[in-house]
């Protein structure tokens, strides 16, 4: 059949660059431009999704407590029980 399952088309006029990973840069301006962004941006939208997230988490919180609380046996109940090994 001749051709391999990578040699099925071949394409004119189309020119690939590719650069190895290991000749990247991967912090390049991380530093530099990367967390003074994180931070304009935070302060840009984070008015939109902070309450949200907080009122989320407060929620958790709340439900987990009640749950744990809810959880606890209350001593009262137990002041008429006979042990019965005595």
Same mark, same amino acid.
């Given at each position: 059949?001749?051709?391999?399952?990578?040699?099925?088309?071949?394409?004119?006029?189309?020119?690939? $660059? !590719?650069?190895?990973?290991?000749?990247? &840069?991967?912090?390049?301006?991380?530093?530099?431009?990367?967390?003074? %962004?994180?931070?304009?941006?935070?302060?840009?939208?984070?008015?939109?999704?902070?309450?949200?997230?907080?009122?989320?988490?407060?929620? $958790?919180?709340?439900?987990?407590?009640?749950? &744990? !609380?809810?959880?606890?046996? %209350?001593?009262?109940?137990?002041?008429?029980?006979?042990?019965?090994? !005595?």
């Amino acid at each position: 059949m001749g051709k391999h399952f990578g040699d099925l088309a071949f394409v004119r006029g189309i020119v690939y $660059y !590719a650069l190895s990973p290991h000749e990247q &840069k991967p912090f390049a301006g991380a530093f530099k431009d990367g967390i003074p %962004n994180m931070f304009a941006r935070f302060r840009q939208s984070g008015w939109t999704w902070l309450p949200v997230f907080l009122t989320g988490i407060g929620t $958790y919180y709340f439900v987990e407590a009640s749950h &744990k !609380a809810g959880q606890k046996k %209350n001593p009262n109940d137990f002041i008429n029980e006979v042990d019965p090994n !005595a």
